[in-house]
DNA sequence: TATTGTTATACTCTATAACTATA
DNA sequence: TATAGTTATAGAGTATAACAATA
């Protein structure tokens, strides 16, 4: 009980000695409240998908080719974030558990089209179905679609790109 | 305009070639949103702080410290959620430039009490002023203190952590 | 025997730079 | 010259294991 294996445990309370330690220095820290809420939430999610060996980045690379079969790794990368540079990494790895297939583009021969494979396909739809779940669960915790959907306008709001 | 540095630009809309990419494939995933909230702010105050050489982190240590000065390593370590083997590389670097002190206790000699050097106190006090006003503008971006308190509330609900 | 702190190490994530092959 | 993708590399962040000093 000494290390907090990246998870909080108690904070902001009275000591118990006295001296009532205010709130926690960070509480009023709107970039830390959040990064404990990603991690947690990332935790959570590593931990359900654990079973495919499955990490979110790459949850998500599946999604995205799910969505819309044969895009450019550039294309993909940018819509999950993920750089280039990186995604080549990423993306091989995919390929070598036969997740994903790369085709060469016809009409442009420097680019690489992504597909699923049957077997990516397979464990796209186990995990999405997992993956539903969890996000109900949350939406529970949160207390409604209703205050789901606050959470998020004001997450993007955070996000400092939403043109004025 | 290839490579999104760690941000996304324009997703979620019609592609302009008539077939109306549904939204983002990610965009009900409240891990991701929280992700890239966290990483868009986390990149904001890394900025901020950056005249100062200061990561978030090293912050949330200096106030730490400011809070309870002679607190002990694991104590600051667990109250901002590191492990305490990676505490002692942060906080020997911080040593190191002259930010905090260390000092033996005096009642356990294995423990190490933290305290702030005067350099520290001013940077810490500086950059505190810094935080103070960046946390203004999130809250009004967010739509004011009431939107804020919610935000917060439902980022702890998120943690999974707040004892039923 | 348990705890505080340290070192060494490893893996993931993110970033830059340099390269190739195409265009 | 510019773009798609790759490789190499480097720095953070986070994790475990082994250890020293102290309790």
Redesign the interface.
């Known amino acids: 009980m ?8 108690d ?1 902001a309370r009275s000591d118990g000695a006295g001296a009532t ?2 709130a ?3 509480d ?15 935790q ?2 590593t931990g359900i998908f654990g079973a495919y060996d499955l990490r ?1 980045a790459q949850f ?1 690379v599946l ?2 080719i ?3 079969p044969g895009i450019s790794q ?1 294309e993909a ?9 990186n995604f080549a990494t990423l993306i091989a790895q995919m390929e070598a558990r036969d997740l994903v297939r790369r085709e060469t583009s016809p009409t442009d021969r420097r680019g690489r089209m992504l597909f699923l494979t049957p077997g990516g396909q397979t464990i796209c739809r186990d995990v999405t179905a997992l ?1 539903a779940d969890y ?1 109900r669960r ?1 939406t529970e ?3 409604g679609d209703d ?2 959907a ?3 306008a ?8 939403t043109p004025s």
């Open positions: 000494t290390d907090a294996p990246q998870k909080h445990d904070h330690t205010a926690h220095p960070l009023g820290h709107l970039g830390f409240i959040l990064r404990r809420a990603q991690l947690g939430v990332f959570e999610l979110p998500a999604k995205v799910e969505a819309r550039s990368a940018e819509s999950i974030s993920v750089k280039t540079t993956w996000e949350l915790r949160l207390g205050a789901r606050a959470l998020v004001m997450l993007k709001a955070l996000d400092a790109d």
